[in-house]
């Protein structure tokens, strides 16, 4: 006897997230693949975008310069976070919990504000730039290809540190022992055991390391120079009045698409063929590092942690300084902070207006979509699934880029507003999604079977038994998302207008004006957001951990 699936309430959910998805991701996605492919000079379908692109060795090169940051930009955060991961995992070091916070606040604040920092420092007028000049020695440029991987690199290699922590925890230390036991020295052992169990888990990071090296704007914008990069390559095109060209921009939106969609479809392939279990019966247990070389971990932990950090806080420092015109000068005053709100006053309000309304919708799409692609896993609910992933693997500006395309036109006219907090959803949901789908994933279905036995239907059942449930994973996740939310600029930058400009595109248009006072000002105010959401997230980790020990 075969049973019938019956349309319920669910599947209604099912069809309302799918539609959403339809309208708001595949629509803006097909209508630029379509604009890649129609010439506005003759009103006739063409390749010619296509042509021009592949011909022309400028664009080509962009590509390059691209995939050459964002593959040293990997590199050298494996080289740095997998070393520290380990670092962490195995050895008891005083002051961990305040070193944990720091390499995660680097991690988390927005990149273009390093860049920024960095030119403070480094720049043509930068402050060591400076120093060494009057003593008569001229440092290397910091614009260009090398100042777009320092500033990446010490952005991303927390991602691969976090993950390094995370895997460690699922190694069996009998496997050290037994290395020990047959006289490998700690550096073999790390070669010869820990880093190919690791080998899956550094691929997970590294391909999130290059996607985001690839994507980044702010950055390559900032310090760049002369170095071109795809998406700037993409901005200039878009949004250039004199040079720039819808289709041309279309064309090399759906080129990042691929190439991102490529990378991603590769990482999961390799991780499926790579991928592995380990019980870990005996967790490894941190012990004291011999004098010797806890002298060398404790300066190279500093020494990272002062790189990624340290920039930052000359940003927060050259905030109090007084400013003439668009340069410091001699003593410190609040100058900067009271222009800053008063020209630009309303960029704080929307930095938290808009990601909490976002917000919100995140972590109610979040819950639904993680549980019909669950509990009701079907056809429908895969193919949610995959266009949850899209928005997660392609750049921001493609997207921006896009929505602009169709919904600022005169036959589907969408207010800036709501477009910024549907692209911000889009765009960071999948932190709340897969930390609420973990979560539910250990719920047993006979909690909400026995809630069902009792007359409570469908939704009551979701809402009053398995979303509290969920909690934990919840706002775990909806705090990563809410981090970042207000440091989001790549989608913003294009579809923002004046009544909706956020701190980001804020700082980031002062620094084109060279108004690094306000730059610096605002910087400053992100920073706390940011630093704080960090606390938070870190507290409320510790209280979970506590309540469920």
Not at 30 to 44: A, H, L, P, R, V
Not at 172 to 194: C, H, M, Q, W, Y
């Amino acid at each position: 006897m075969t049973s019938k699936k019956h349309f319920d309430v669910w599947s209604s959910v099912t069809i309302g997230m799918t539609l959403f998805y339809i309208f708001f991701l595949l629509l803006p996605l097909g209508m630029i693949f379509y604009q890649s492919f129609f010439d506005k000079e003759t009103g006739q379908v063409s390749g010619k975008y296509w042509v021009e692109f592949f011909s022309e060795k400028y664009y080509f090169q962009t590509l390059w310069n691209s995939f050459a940051v964002s593959i040293t930009v990997t590199v050298l955060a494996i080289l740095i976070g997998a070393p520290m991961g380990y670092f962490f995992s195995v050895y008891r070091l005083h002051g961990k919990k305040i070193m944990e916070a720091l390499i995660i606040i680097a991690q988390v604040s927005a990149p273009f504000i390093s860049a920024y920092s960095w030119i403070l420092l480094f720049g043509n007028s930068g402050l060591i730039t400076k120093i060494f000049s009057n003593a008569g020695v001229e440092l290397p440029s910091v614009y260009g290809f090398w100042g777009i991987v320092l500033v990446l690199t010490f952005k991303t290699f927390p991602l691969i540190f976090l993950y390094v922590v995370g895997a460690m925890k699922n190694i069996d230390s009998t496997l050290l022992e037994a290395s020990r036991n047959l006289g490998d020295s700690p550096i073999k052992t790390f070669f010869t055991i820990v880093l190919p169990l690791l080998v899956p888990t550094i691929l997970g990071g590294s391909v999130l390391v290059f996607m985001r090296s690839m994507s980044d704007f702010g950055t390559p914008s900032l310090i760049g120079g002369s170095y071109r990069t795809f998406p700037v390559l993409i901005y200039n095109e878009f949004m250039s009045e004199i040079s720039g060209d819808d289709g041309f921009a279309s064309t090399i939106a759906i080129i990042s698409i691929i190439i991102m969609a490529m990378v991603f479809l590769t990482q999961s392939f390799i991780s499926q063929k790579l991928s592995f279990n380990i019980n870990s019966l005996h967790p490894i247990q941190e012990k004291k590092p011999k004098l010797v070389p806890s002298i060398f971990i404790y300066l190279y932990i500093c020494l990272v942690i002062a790189i990624a950090v340290l920039p930052q806080v000359y940003v927060i420092y050259t905030s109090f300084l007084k400013t003439s015109g668009l340069i410091f000068v001699d003593g410190y005053s609040f100058e900067s902070y009271t222009t800053a709100f008063r020209l630009l006053g309303n960029s704080a309000w929307n930095t938290f207006l808009i990601p909490f309304l976002a917000l919100i919708f995140i972590v109610l799409l979040s819950v639904l979509i993680a549980y019909v692609t669950v509990r009701k896993r079907n056809t429908f609910t895969k193919g949610l699934e995959i266009s949850t992933i899209i928005p997660y693997i392609i750049p921001g500006s493609v997207l921006g880029i896009a929505f602009a395309m169709t919904f600022k036109t005169k036959y589907l006219a969408i207010p800036a507003f709501m477009l910024i907090v549907i692209a911000l959803i889009l765009r960071r949901m999948q932190y709340t999604l897969r930390s609420s789908t973990a979560v539910l994933q250990q719920i047993p279905l006979s909690t909400e079977e026995a809630s069902r036995s009792l007359g409570a239907n469908k939704m009551t059942t979701f809402f009053k038994i398995t979303m509290p449930m969920m909690k934990s994973g919840i706002l775990s996740g909806a705090i990563l998302s809410w981090i970042s939310l207000i440091t989001e600029l790549s989608s913003s930058i294009i579809l923002y207008t004046t009544k909706t400009e956020t701190l980001t595109v804020a700082i980031y248009t002062q620094v084109l004006r060279g108004k690094y006072g306000v730059a610096a000002a605002l910087s400053t105010v992100l920073t706390i957001f940011t630093v704080a959401s960090v606390l938070l997230s870190i507290w409320i980790s510790d209280k979970q951990k506590k309540t469920n020990a």
